[in-house]
């Protein structure tokens, strides 16, 4: 715990030293607290760390039978068992091999009807849940969290968002590496879902994420840089990988 505006910054030889000392971290606040509420990202940045908690599980090391996870996001308009979908990424990087069971996990739902009742109904079952404990996050290159992309004013709440033609881009290996299959649309977390969680934690890997790093750490505060808010958070570490910390 710290004060508002010092963002912690913890810096790894490498991606899977990062991964590593994560996963441990996490056991150790599901090993308090079991029933721990969990927020979690998609991409390729958590995909080491899901296989280091995937790995303490096999081992016996970790019980995550009652844990209970939100997801930031989903593309809109395509089903949880989409080969696209970031359900389906989390099935097959973390909840199927953890042995998560469907009761444990929230997801917004891309293909729900009414979007705006979607955004509802998933901050009224984090309220339910009692809010989420530790909330893991990536960043995308232009410094978006969840799907809030840089714009001059950013969403408190869930909502439907556009994505970037750099989002699209940069999700296209889900969709048969082609961006314009990305959906150009998406529901996701808003600033103050992430922010009212107890304790934040971004990881970053990778020299491409270096100048967002830099600017999120020590730069303003910026409409335009949505990870930048992090720095009015009380509890937010940012876990990075030497590549990625080469600017700070
Ligand atoms: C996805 C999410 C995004 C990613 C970001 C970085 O759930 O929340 O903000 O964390 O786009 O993605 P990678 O890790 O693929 O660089």
Not at 5 to 26: H, M, Q, S, Y
Not at 49 to 58: G, I, K, P, T
Not at 149 to 168: C, F, G, I, S, Y
């Amino acid at each position: 715990m710290h004060g508002p505006g010092e963002i912690r910054v913890t810096v790894f030889p490498n991606d899977r030293a990062a991964a590593r000392a994560l996963a441990k971290r996490i056991a150790g606040h599901v090993s308090a607290k079991p029933s721990l509420v969990l927020g979690l990202p998609t991409g390729r940045t958590p995909v080491r760390l899901y296989q280091e908690l995937v790995w303490l599980v096999e081992r016996g090391q970790l019980d995550l039978s009652r844990i209970r996870t939100f997801n930031l996001d989903e593309f809109l308009g395509i089903a949880r068992d989409h080969p696209g979908s970031y359900r389906r990424f989390m099935e097959d990087h973390l909840f199927k091999p953890a042995g998560i069971s469907d009761e444990q996990v929230e997801f917004l739902n891309g293909a729900a009807a009414d979007s705006a009742a979607e955004c509802e109904r998933y901050e009224e079952a984090i309220a339910a849940a009692g809010g989420i404990d530790v909330q893991i996050l990536g960043i995308g290159t232009n410094g978006h969290i969840g799907f809030n992309e840089p714009a001059r004013e950013l969403q408190a709440r869930t909502h439907r968002v556009r994505l970037k033609p750099e989002t699209r881009r940069s999700n296209a290996a889900l969709f048969g590496s082609d961006p314009n299959a990305v959906p150009g649309e998406a529901l996701s977390m808003g600033m103050a879902t992430i922010l009212q969680a107890r304790s934040i934690v971004l990881l970053a890997s990778g020299k491409s994420k270096a100048g967002c790093i830099a600017r999120v750490v020590n730069g303003p505060i910026a409409t335009r840089l949505p990870a930048s808010f992090l720095q009015l958070h009380h509890d937010v570490e940012v876990v990075l990988d030497e590549a990625a910390a080469s600017k700070l």
